[in-house]
C-alpha cells in the first residue's frame, strides 16, 4: 500500500530536549515536505526537499532542522523544543512537479507534539 | 505567490440539507487546486482536485467542486449532508514554482446537524 508513515503519532517532551520526528514514504517520490497544523492558521510549510541531499526553508523554518540523506526518509529534528512548537505535524511527499505532477500530495497520519 | 481564502470558519447544516464550503484562489497563473477532509484525530484526505482539465470535478463521497475562473472560485458542494460529512474541510492551491508546496486555506468545520 502506497503511504508515508510518521512516527510517533503522540509525544509529550520537556523544552529543550532534542528530539526527532521520523517519516518514510514508499512511493520513491523525489519531493518531501514538512507541514504543522495550528487552529486557526490552517496548515503552514516547514521545510521541504526536492530530492536527496537538496533541502530549503518554507514559510515557518524557525526552530527546525530536516536532512534527507535517502529518498524514502525525511525525518524532522527540533534540536531545541519549545511551547510554541507544540502542534500537529504532517510530513507529506508528492511525484516531482518538474515530471508534470499535477496531483496532490499524500499524508502521514500526524505526529501531535506537546513541548511542556 | 498564490493563495486560498475560506470565508468563515464554521458552518453548520441539517442532516439531507446542500452542502456548500466556499474558496477564492489568487493565482497569477492557472491553478492546481485541491480540497482536502480531515476527520477528527486523522489526517489529510483528498477529496478532489483541479489540474486544468474538466472545470466540473467530482471527488469521493459524493463532494464536487466547480472551477469558476471568472469569480476565482473552487466551491465545494455536495447535494445532501450526512452526519459522517461532519469534519474539516480545507482548500488548497499548487504552487507551480520549484517548490510546489501546497499553500492551504485556513479551514472550515462542518457541522451536521441530525
Known amino acids: 500500500e502506497a503511504q508515508v508513515t510518521q512516527n510517533p503519532r503522540y509525544l509529550i517532551t520537556v523544552t529543550g530536549k532534542k528530539l526527532t520526528v521520523t517519516c518514510s514514504q514508499n512511493?520513491?517520490?523525489?519531493?518531501m515536505s514538512w507541514y504543522r497544523q495550528d487552529p486557526g492558521l490552517g496548515l503552514r510549510q516547514i521545510y521541504y526537499?526536492?530530492?536527496?541531499?537538496?533541502?530549503d526553508k518554507g514559510d515557518v523554518p524557525e526552530g527546525y532542522k530536516v536532512s534527507r540523506k535517502e529518498k524514502r526518509n525525511f525525518p524532522l529534528i527540533l534540536e531545541s523544543p519549545s511551547p510554541n512548537q507544540t502542534s500537529l505535524y504532517f510530513c507529506?511527499?508528492?511525484?516531482?512537479?518538474?515530471?508534470?505532477?499535477?496531483?496532490?500530495?499524500?499524508f502521514g497520519s500526524g505526529t501531535r507534539l506537546t513541548v511542556v | 505567490a498564490q493563495s486560498v481564502t475560506q470565508l468563515g470558519s464554521h458552518v453548520s447544516v441539517s442532516e439531507g440539507a446542500l452542502v456548500l464550503l466556499r474558496c477564492n484562489y489568487s493565482?497569477?497563473?492557472?491553478?492546481?487546486l485541491f480540497w482536502y477532509v480531515q476527520y477528527p484525530n486523522q489526517g489529510l484526505q483528498l477529496l478532489l482536485k483541479?489540474?486544468?482539465?474538466?472545470?466540473l470535478v467530482k471527488g469521493i463521497n459524493g463532494f464536487e467542486a466547480e472551477f469558476k475562473k471568472s469569480e476565482t472560485s473552487f466551491h465545494l458542494t455536495k447535494p445532501s449532508a450526512h452526519m459522517s460529512d461532519a469534519a474539516e474541510y480545507f482548500c488548497?492551491?499548487?504552487?507551480?514554482?520549484?517548490?510546489?508546496?501546497?499553500?492551504f486555506g485556513k479551514g472550515i468545520t462542518l457541522s451536521v446537524r441530525p
Open positions: 507529506a511527499s508528492s511525484a516531482h512537479p518538474g515530471q508534470g505532477a499535477k496531483g496532490g500530495y499524500t
Open positions: 512511493m520513491n517520490h523525489e519531493y
Open positions: 526537499s526536492m530530492n536527496v541531499e537538496v533541502t
Open positions: 493565482s497569477s497563473v492557472p491553478p492546481y
Open positions: 483541479y489540474t486544468s482539465a474538466a472545470t
Open positions: 488548497a492551491v499548487r504552487n507551480t514554482g520549484a517548490n510546489s508546496k501546497l499553500t
